[in-house]
């Protein structure tokens, strides 16, 4: 696309307030700042329990993050509200990052460590079963589109998919889904989900500049080509990430 028009997007950022326990705001600002550094105006669409859902409306990227199981209790409730309108913005292209109690809400249901099932958003065809042993550690893991991935998971839920869902990655080091198929997260068109906090997108920029093409290509209609930034420092932190012991 030609330099000569400012490109910009709208980034819907879900329940911020009780789903980022763990750092993962962290993906909104490296968003932010690689659309920044290009010039990309970014609008920011924050979305909280009780909002109306015309702030959704016109969204070119979706992020979430995750929380502790009192928190999922808090918009689990929301999310089914909001369902309709985000399986709409898959289905239509949206790309989208949902981090751990997200992705677990975007699965189709849930079964709290009480044994109560919640329902969930079902864009990625899964469920998860809370428990009491953590799963915690940092992780390595190797998707086809972005070679290894680096982070840290802490979840207790163990996450199954179903028959023809497509997992994110492959677990190199580390649980993933649920320490036993080697799966971890999944995919569905440009939605992407992950237990992958550290938080994801500062270790991992190849994800946040696909989430932004992808974001800008279906706005305008064409295929779009960012401008490099300069990570040789973000190598530096994955490396360093990728020595440490579990």
Known sequence: MSGSKQMSLSILNLFSSQLSSYGDVGNLLVLLKRCEWRGIAVEQLDFEVGDDLTKCEGANLILSGGGTESCLALVQEDFIRIAPL??????????????????????????TSDGERLEGAGIFSLHTLCGDERQTGNIVISNSDFGELIGYENHSGKTFLHEGQEPFARVVSGFGNNGEDCTEGARYLNAYGTYLHGPLLPKNPLVADHLIAKALER???????LAPLPDQWLQQARTAAKLRPR
């Open 86 to 111: 985000l399986r709409s913005l898959v289905e239509d292209g949206v790309p989208a990052l949902a981090v751990c109690t997200s992705f677990q809400l975007f699965g189709d249901y849930l079964e």
């Open 219 to 225: 706005r305008y209609g064409e295929p779009i080509e």
